[in-house]
């Protein structure tokens, strides 16, 4: 089971926001099928939730019992108090009780049993989440199974343009397929990736925290290279550093029935369906001809072709099977 609690809050009583609740919205729709339309997340958008208390027990029961995958997601203000620590800013806020501790839900997620625990958010000085320095090294400490990712450092703060937040404009397009994998798997790891390179080195800096032994992914889109093509890498390549030979048969045009000048041996169903799949590995760059520039020319001048370092690492999860 997956579940996710995507929060926004525009209304604030004295500063209001206008992207927030547009964010959460665009980023819950999202996330609640993968790309092929099948059911990803069991998500509760909530906006404009009025009180510290009503976040709070929200927060507490999104964590509560086993399921696989938790998401908890927040747009709004987001404060910093150098005694206290990060709050996420709920609009009952007061001075000295600014809304939910980021250390409270930190506590809530590290207790939770939940194998995979992530946390999202979209506020000014988010990047204090999970920072031990902010809480004496204690209560701030990052449990099994937790991934945070935010936008922007402990000092900054988190901007909007026209209506929507920067980070989770960039949040969305990498969970629509700027962030997948080869096989469409799109994790924690790779939208922080993918944010973190698209901001320039002057804008908000996203942060990204994990104690994880192995990612989850957020949402799957159709995969570059299906699986079982993915599968033929070793089938093809007995080792890493193996080449695979090629010869004229491999090339499909190389046929006499096809009016152009062709060679021997000619083109075989079986080879040519083999160099399908090699372009395909060649057009995603986890495999190159050896000599010539084109994988047509390695055929047809029967030269070879070798895994690249991105291939050997898709080899290598094939190898110990999982892919």
Known sequence: MRKALVVGINNYPSA?????????????????????????????????IPTKAELKGKIKELFSGDAETVLFYFSGHGFFDELGGGFIVTPDYQANDEGVSMDEILNIANSSNAKNKIIILDCCHSGSFGSPQFS??????????????????SDEVSIE????????????????????????????????????????????????????TRFTSIREINAQVPAETLRKLTEYFDSAESKYQLDPSFEFTNDPSIEHEYTEPYASEENVEIFKD???FAGVGLVVPVTEQHMYFAAINSKSCRLTALGYHYWRLVKEKRI
């Open 278 to 280: 090699l372009q395909k």
């Open 136 to 153: 004496g090294g204690n209560t701030a400490q990052i449990g099994e199974g937790v991934s945070i990712l935010t936008a922007s450092k």
């Open 161 to 212: 343009v026209n209506g929507h937040g920067i980070f989770t404009n960039l949040l969305l397009d990498a969970l629509q397929g700027g962030a997948a994998d080869l096989r469409g798997h799109i994790t924690p790891g790779s939208i922080y990736s993918y944010i973190d390179q698209a901001l320039g080195p002057w804008d908000q800096r996203p942060v990204f925290k994990t104690n994880i």
């Open 16 to 48: 209001p926001l206008a992207g927030c609740i547009n964010d959460a919205s665009a980023l819950g729709s999202t996330i609640e099928v993968n790309g092929d339309g099948s059911p990803n997340f069991d998500v509760r958008l909530i906006t404009d």
